[in-house]
C-alpha cells in the first residue's frame, strides 16, 4: 500500500505543470489529477501526519479526522467535476486555477495548525484572482482587482489576528478558540470575510457574475465552505454566528429577487445557503454542526450544478442577464433539465438538499429555536423560488427571446450529470455513504417521515403557485437592467471617495513640497554654494578698501573685479599661498592650545 | 447563435408554448397544490404526529402558507420595498476607471463568449 501524500501537493503539482503541456495531453492531465487525489484521499490513514518544523512552531500538514475527511471528500469529487466542465477549452487560467483553488482549499482542510491554514487561506486568493481573470474581459480584470483589494485586507485582518493572539499566548493549534481579545476577534472577522457574512461579503455578489463559467464553479465551492469548515472548528457554538447566519439567511434574497444578472441571483442565494451553515455552527450542538457539514457537502453539489447551468448557457450565448434570456428549452434541453434537477436538488426529497437542510432545522427546532426554524423554513422557501425558478424561469422558458443556440457540449453535460447523479443519490440513500461521512457520530436524523416528505412537497408546490400567481397577476418584479446598491457600493464608490481625499491631501502635500523645495530651497542653496565664495570675497576687501581710501567707483570696480576672479577661479599664487600659510598657522595653534589643555 | 423567428424543427420543444399544454400544466398544478392540502387536512384529522417540537407546527398548511407567503414577501418587498431605493443605472460604478462602459457578456474581448460548434457570429449587446 503506498504512502499517502499531501492532497494539496497534488494539485500544486498538477497546476505547475498544466501550463507546460499542450493539447490533448494538458486536458488528460488535468483529468487525471483529481482522480490521483481521489485514490489518494482513501489512503490517508486517521491521524496527525507530514509535520514541519518552523521558526519556534511545529506546522502540521495533515490532520486527517472526521471532519477533514468529509469536507476533503466533497471537494475532491467536484475537483474533478469542476476540471470536466472546463476541459475543452483547454485554457491554462481555467485548469491551472481550478486545480490550484482545490489544493490550497484541501491544505486549509488537512492543516493542524493555524499558521499553515493562513498559508493555504492566502493561496485560495490567488487561485481565485486566475478564475476571473479566465473570462478574459475588461470587466473581469477590474473585478479580479476588486476581489484582490478585499481579501488582501482579509488576510491582513486574519494575520494581525493571528499575531497578537499569539503574541498574547495563544497556541497555534487549529481547534476551537475562545472568542475573547484582540486576537481571536480579527480572526474571526478575517474568518467572516471569506464567509461572506453580511456588509464584509459583498465581495460575492459583486464579482462572482464576472467570473469565467467555469471558474465561478471553483470560486462557489471553495472559499465559502474553506471558511464555514474553519469556524466549525474554531468557533462552534458562538451565538453570534446564529444572528450573523439569520441576516445572511434573509437579507441577500430581497437582492437576489431584483437581481437581473443570473449569476448574481445565484451569488445571493449562496450567501443565504452559507448563512444556513453559519446558523448551525452558531447552535453548535452536535446534531446542528453535523448540519453544517452535511449542508456544505450537498450544497455545494446544487449550487456547482446551477452554475453550471447558467454558465452553459453563457458559453453558448454570451448572455447571462434574465432580460436578455428566455425560450432556451427549445435549444438547449438537456441544460434546462439540469437546471431543474439542479432545483430539486436544493430542497426537493430524493435529493441532497433535502437531507441536509432538515437536519439543520431539526437542530434548531430541538434547541427550542422557534425563531430560527421560522426564519430557515422562510430562507428555503425564499431560496428555492430564487435560485430554482426565476434563473431556471428565465432562462430556459419565459419568452421566447429568438435566441438560438446549440446545446451545450458533451463534458459540460456529463459534468452536470455526474453532479446530479450524486445529488440524487445521496438525497434518496443518504444512509448509503453519505451519513456515515458526517463528522460527529450519534447525533442521527431521520429526513424521511412521511410527515416531512409531504410538508416539504406541499413548500415547494406553493412556491411555485406564488410566483405563478405573481407572474400572471403582473405583480412580481420585472427583470430590468439596473445596478443595486449593495454594501459593496462602500469600497466601489466610497473608495473613488477616500483616493480623491488621499489625492488631494498626500499629492497636495507633495505639490507643495516640490514647489518649496525644488522651487526654492534647492536653488537658493545652489545659489549659496555656487556664487557664495566670490561673494563673501568681494564682501571682506570692500572695508579694506573702504579704509585704504578708495572712492566709491573704485571699489566697486575692484569689487566686480575680485567676483569674476573668484568665479573663474583666476587667483594669483601669492594669494593661494598666503591663504595656505595662514591655514597651517591656524591649525598650528589650535593643536597646541589642545595639546597644552589636555596636559 | 442565431437570432431567427421559430422554425418547424422547433416544434418539440415549443411544445410548451403551445396554449393548450400550458393549459394542461398548470392543471395538473393546481391538482397537485390542492392535493397536498387534502393529504394534510387528512393527516390532521386522523391525528398523524409529525412530531413537532412547537405548538404551532402542528397547524394544518403550515409549509404551504409558509412557503407561499415567504415567496410572495421576499418578490414583492425587493421589487417595491427595496429596489425603489436601491436601484441605480447599469452602467453606475462604470466611471471607476477610465475605460468606458462594457457589459459582462457583450462580444468584446480577444475571446469570442459564444461557443458555437458550427459558426461563429456576434452576440447581442
Known sequence: MPDAVPPFAIYLIGALIVPLLRGRVRQGFALLVPVVAFVNYFLIPEGTHWTLPFLDFELVLGRADEWSRIFLNIFTILSFAGILYVVRDNEVLDLSGGLLYAGSAMGVIMAGDLISMFIFWEMLTLAAVFCLLARRTNAAGKAAYRYLLVHIFGGVVLLAGLAIHLASGGSIAFDKIELAGPGPILMFIGFGINCAWPLVGAWLPDTYPEASVGGVVFMATYTTKTAVYVLARTFPGEPSLVIIGLVMAILPLFYAAIANDLRRVLSYCLVNQVGFMVIAIGLGTDLALNGAAAHAYCHILYKALLFMVVGSVIYRTGLSRATDLGGLIRSMPLTCLFGVLGALAMSSPWFCGFVSKSIIMGAAAKEGRGLVWMVLLCASAGVFLLAGIKVVYFAFFSRDSGIRCEEAPPNQLAAMALIAGIAFCIGAFPDWFFYDLLPISGADYQPYTFGHVTDQFALLLFCGLAFVLMLKSGLYPAEIRATNLDAAWFYRRGGKVIDRVMDWALNGINAQTHRWMHGRALPAITEFFSHGPSYLASSAMTPIWKLQGHDADEIAKRKQSVYLRCERGVFPIGITACLAVFLLALLFVVSYVSHKSST | ?125
Not at chain 2, 424543427?9 to 411544445?15: E, N, T, V, Y
Not at chain 2, 396554449?19 to 384529522?45: H, Q, S, T, Y
Not at chain 2, 457589459?103 to 469570442?112: K, L, P, Q, R
Request: charged share 25%.
Open chain 2, 1 to 125: 447563435m442565431k437570432t431567427n423567428p421559430p422554425t418547424d424543427d422547433d416544434q418539440k420543444s415549443g411544445w410548451f408554448e403551445k396554449p393548450e399544454n400550458v393549459r394542461k400544466l398548470w392543471i395538473g398544478f393546481l391538482m397537485a397544490c390542492g392535493l397536498f392540502m387534502i393529504l394534510d387536512l387528512v393527516l390532521v384529522v386522523i391525528a398523524f404526529d409529525k412530531h413537532p417540537y412547537f405548538k404551532w407546527q402542528k397547524w394544518p398548511a403550515l409549509y404551504a402558507v409558509t412557503g407561499f407567503v415567504a415567496c410572495v414577501i421576499f418578490a414583492l418587498g425587493a421589487g417595491y420595498g427595496l429596489r425603489p431605493l436601491l436601484k441605480r443605472g447599469e452602467n453606475f460604478y462604470d466611471d471607476e476607471t477610465s475605460e468606458n462602459k462594457d457589459d459582462t457578456d457583450s462580444s468584446e474581448s480577444h475571446h469570442s463568449p459564444n461557443h458555437d460548434d458550427e459558426t461563429r457570429t456576434d452576440s447581442d449587446a
